[in-house]
């Protein structure tokens, strides 16, 4: 890709960009949330066309008309938003537009056959008949990443593969990278986890503000190196010291189940403390904070607020209480993405910005503004609609809801997912700044390292059960790894 140019309007997204791929080759593309990282590649998949510059394939000129034109010419694309079919199974999803048939019939027998090898690649064995609505996250991220690898492509485009994946998962993904890689499929890898672009990547290419400025050897690259070409300034001591004494219990979940998960969730959550929450896919992490917030019922157990019983209360009770929570799934359950800045920051509490009933556009576009400028959001105006920014970008305006809402238990369900290194300093510093004033913080992740390093005390999910909490001190990664595999 030579010289590639492409605007949306005003905002140039990307300007001047030059990238190349060698057969055979892991790239890593690495830049902050609204760089271009996407862009880039919805250009290369066919999903835009460029406003200037070139792409070549196999030393061909590659025009791709739209994504169907660019798998079938061998380039093959995983969203960082998923782009799966809800109403659909796991199987159908995987062959979707490369069904086999015989005589003008759909040959099911040979589209399971394929959608199983696809599967059984990555060492998961997901229901072929599943609705693919009825699977977690995780899980849907498992089945685009299958059918990617049905199309045997050329060049494979991973955008943040990895974001809602457990350890174990991410493994058997790298070792399918590794076999690709052998057969001489070029891998385009974006990732914020900028260890595993070390563990997997050959080279790297960093773009910033629209702009490749950087591009080099992973094995002869420093993380610091590289995060200083992504943000353009030095970022130390990613997670924030923190000496917190955490005071008295202020939300505790006692034996709590739900219809189908989680089978038995026990913690006591203490005033300005950071607790953590690992475990495997599956396990109920999810539907844990779903059945204490009030989005799924409880079938046993007791959850209270400062002793008050809020078991059976919904979510609109737990807002009002002051418990707020930020789902893993922002595309489809934590934003309204049609919908402005300003009024998904504000959309569970109106009333700063009310009078007599109505609300001032001009007051909420000002208390918009003050929590993007908190947050640092890349955005044009409060009056933005939110499906107009980056991942990243759109993961702050779902935390930011609970910052104007001034909640004081922060229930956070994969709240990094999809944020650059930069941007999750800024998360863990506001994680670390709400607990010192006396909020409390449930934090969920599947990444260790910033488990270990933001949290108090973590517990650890296994097949439904939380385990015994314990102070991080008492943890090393794999303990928590065996504890979440039942060893």
């Not at 905002?11 to 890593?28: D, I, N």
Request: glycine share 8%.
């Amino acid at each position: 890709m030579t010289d590639v140019h492409k605007a949306f309007g005003a905002t140039k997204a990307l300007r001047g960009v030059s990238f190349e791929v060698q057969p055979g080759e892991v790239h890593a593309l690495i830049g902050e949330n609204g760089a271009g990282k996407s862009t880039l590649m919805k250009v290369l998949s066919g999903a835009h066309s460029a406003d200037q510059g070139t792409t070549e394939l196999d030393g061909e000129l590659f025009r791709p008309g739209d994504p169907l034109h660019a798998r079938e010419r061998g380039v093959a694309m995983i969203y960082q938003e998923l782009t799966l079919a809800p109403h659909l199974s796991v199987e159908e999803n995987i062959m979707l537009g490369r069904e086999p048939s015989q005589f003008g019939f759909i040959d099911r027998s040979e589209r399971r056959k394929q959608a199983r090898h696809a599967l059984d690649e990555l060492e998961h064995d997901l229901p072929m008949n599943a609705l693919v609505s009825q699977l977690t996250i995780a899980e849907q991220q498992m089945v685009e990443i299958a059918r990617a690898l049905v199309t045997e492509p050329k060049v494979l485009i991973m955008d943040e593969p990895t974001s809602s994946l457990t350890q174990v998962d991410t493994a058997n993904l790298f070792r399918v990278i590794r076999q690709l890689k052998q057969r001489g499929v070029s891998i385009i890898y974006i990732s914020h986890f900028l260890e595993e672009c070390q563990d997997i990547c050959d080279s790297y290419t960093v773009l910033r503000d629209g702009e490749s400025v950087a591009s080099g050897d992973m094995a002869l690259a420093s993380l610091d190196e590289i995060i200083h070409q992504m943000v353009g300034r030095n970022i130390q001591d990613i997670y924030p010291p923190h000496a917190r004494e955490p005071g008295e219990i202020v939300f505790d979940v006692h034996e709590l189940a739900g219809e189908k998960k989680p089978t038995n969730a026990t913690l006591e959550l203490r005033r300005g403390e950071v607790l953590g929450v690992a475990g495997l896919v599956g396990a109920g992490r999810t539907e844990m904070l779903r059945v204490a917030f009030g989005l799924d019922r409880a079938s046993a157990g007791k959850v209270y607020y400062l002793k008050k019983d809020m078991t059976h209360c919904r979510s609109r009770e737990a807002w009002a209480s002051g418990i707020g929570m930020v789902s893993e799934n922002r595309k489809e359950e934590g934003l309204m993405l049609d919908q402005s800045l300003a009024n998904n920051l504000s959309l569970t509490w109106f009333k700063p910005f009310t009078t007599l009933g109505w609300i001032s556009d001009r007051r909420q576009r000002e208390g918009a503004q003050a929590i993007m400028e908190q947050l640092d959001v890349r955005a044009r105006e409060p009056d933005q609609a939110v499906g107009e920014l980056s991942g990243g970008n759109q993961q702050k305006i779902a935390i930011g809801r609970l910052l104007h809402h001034d909640a004081d238990i922060l229930l956070l369900d994969e709240p990094t997912r999809g944020i650059d290194v930069g941007s999750k300093q800024q998360i863990y510093r506001i994680m670390n700044e709400l607990a010192k004033q006396g909020k409390s913080v449930v934090f969920v992740s599947s990444y260790l390292p910033e488990l270990m390093g933001v949290c108090d005390r973590i517990g650890v999910m296994c097949r439904g059960v939380l385990s015994t909490i314990r102070p991080v001190s008492d943890w090393t990664e794999h303990s928590i790894v065996a504890a979440a595999t039942g060893q």
